[in-house]
């Protein structure tokens, strides 16, 4: 066999394992999110990784994600596919497939793929916690979106985040706003080179959000957003304003949020953290997209959501000193002190325990009892459970706090009663 290059067998750049204990606190964020959503009338949706082409381009021919960084690939029948770079167009196509019942409201779990410069906060490969809620075009819906990932935020005890707002207007407003902007962009394109200009001349809305340090005077000079709303995104701006206020949602105007997709229309919100650079701030961030389900083919549908990144948000807890909520800890290491005979006792044991709901694990293969403890230590387990001679003899364990060291000896058939008891936190560690 011709000898394989070492980095064959190492990850791609910008892509990563996720591991435990770290994949504890993603499993433990998902459940959360999945609970929240759930609470708010939100069923999950599981959509292809990759879809045609064209449902991505829909979502932004002008945008760096869909033009520049997509994956796109043949495959063996000749169909032009893509890597899903962002969860949105695949719900607005199955919604288009599928002609649910409105208002349809999903949420989902999901990798996508952008061919970015990889750095901390910035993957390659990363996923995605959102909801797509469509059918409705009532601002108490805008307001139910924001909520819902705001009190998953807050929830998690993040401090530093800020809620960015913005209207972009809607097709009656729109049209003369990117004139207006136009406008002003090109009196400063001759200044500011060829890539400004193709920018502006594709879409200027593009160039409102730009990270180039040269272009930003122009660009904070511009005309607003929000002097150029029609009446109804105007009253529909207020009223999604008025409706955070009533749920005490603190947020900040942001006039030159316009967010990397050409789908937006009216409302687009961000959550943005203080705990990573500017260029990867965004912790998650969405907005009504009216006309999207229609642009695939589908009926006219508004639609509002959202997508929030597990990657930073996990960055996020980190720097941020809050613990990361982690998946539930194991409540018992079962150690076997009684030799061979002992250890199917120990499967029983543990297998009691987890029928009891409670966690449970044991080591394998005849070991020392040094080197089990060893083991329970490393585990994580919140206290070892022994099977000892001794305390057998009295149909009991001996049960040792794993943090404290504190030791008691407990009747095994209380075991589970007596675990349960801690995990509830109905009376201290061991006593
Ligand atoms: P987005 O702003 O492109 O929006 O992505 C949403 C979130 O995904 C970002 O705020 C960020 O947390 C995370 N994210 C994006 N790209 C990367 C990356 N390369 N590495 C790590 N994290 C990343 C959307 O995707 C829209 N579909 C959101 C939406 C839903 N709008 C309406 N509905």
Known sequence: MPRVPSEAFRAPKGVHDVLPPESGTWAELVARFADRAARSGYGLIISPVFEHIEVFQRVGEHTDVVSKEMYELTDKGGRILALRPEGTASVVRAYVQH?????????YVAPNFRYERAQKGRYRQHWQLGVEALGVDDPALD??????????????????????????????SRPGYVAALRDHLLR?????????RERVDAN??????????????VVEHAPQLTEHLSDASRVHFEQVQEGLQALGIAYELAPRLVRGFDYYTRTTFEFQTDALDAAQNALGGGGRFDGLAEAMGGPPTPGI?????????????????????????????VINGLGEVGSTKATLLVSDLREEGLGADRAYG????????????????RFGVMLGRDEAARDAVAVKDLESGDQVEVPEKELGTWLSDRRAGRSDATR
């Open 143 to 172: 307001v139910e979106v924001i909520a819902l990932l705001d009190g998953f935020y807050r929830d998690l005890g993040l401090t530093g985040v800020t809620l960015a707002l913005n209207s972009m207007g809607d097709a009656e």
């Open 366 to 381: 005849g070991r020392s009892v040094n080197a089990q403890w060893k083991v329970a230590d490393r585990s994580g387990a």
């Open 188 to 196: 400063h394109a001759a200044a500011l080179g060829t890539e400004f």
């Open 99 to 107: 002609r649910p019942t409105a208002p349809w409201k999903v949420w």
């Open 204 to 217: 200027p809305l593009r160039v409102l959000d730009t990270k180039v340090p040269e272009w930003q005077e």
């Open 305 to 333: 959501g959202f997508g929030a990144g597990i990657e930073r948000l996990v960055l996020a807890l980190e720097a941020g000193g809050s613990a990361a909520p982690s998946l539930r800890r194991l409540d018992a290491f």
